[in-house]
């Protein structure tokens, strides 16, 4: 099931919420998940607001395989800008989707752009 958090709310549970950690949830919002934000075959999504409650359980849990830490990524490139975040609208249906260019050179100095969408635009 996916999990998701809005405005306000991500900055009230952003200190609570530490991944590979189990929780308890009680009182989230479980609904359909809106058919534009599928991408698997999930088909609900649990919103977690201001009335949820949560606590951290005294279970371990086993973290997934294709984690690994960070002193084990190459790095294949670095940031060298970073443009304005710009709202583009989706053709079929004109929802706005937030978007923002970023500019990295690779190993080899050569300029790769990649488009950065909604959430990752500001986190």
Not at 44 to 71: F, R, V
Not at 91 to 107: A, F, Q, S, W
Not at 116 to 122: E, F, G, M, S
């Amino acid at each position: 099931m996916k999990g998701v958090l809005f405005d306000r709310d991500i900055d009230l549970f952003h200190q609570t919420l530490v991944e590979g950690k189990e929780y308890d949830i009680t009182n989230p919002i479980i609904a359909h998940l809106p058919e534009m934000f599928k991408r698997t075959e999930q088909v609900y999504q649990m919103t977690i607001n201001a009335a949820t409650q949560i606590s951290e359980t005294q279970s371990a849990i086993e973290l997934p395989s294709y984690l690994i830490p960070l002193t084990k990524v190459d790095i294949i490139g670095i940031a060298v800008h970073m443009h304005d975040k710009a709202i583009v609208r989706a053709k079929p249906n004109g929802i706005p989707y937030e978007v923002r260019k970023v500019e990295m050179l690779d190993t080899e100095i050569q300029v790769i752009q990649l488009s950065i969408w909604n959430t990752l635009v500001t986190t």
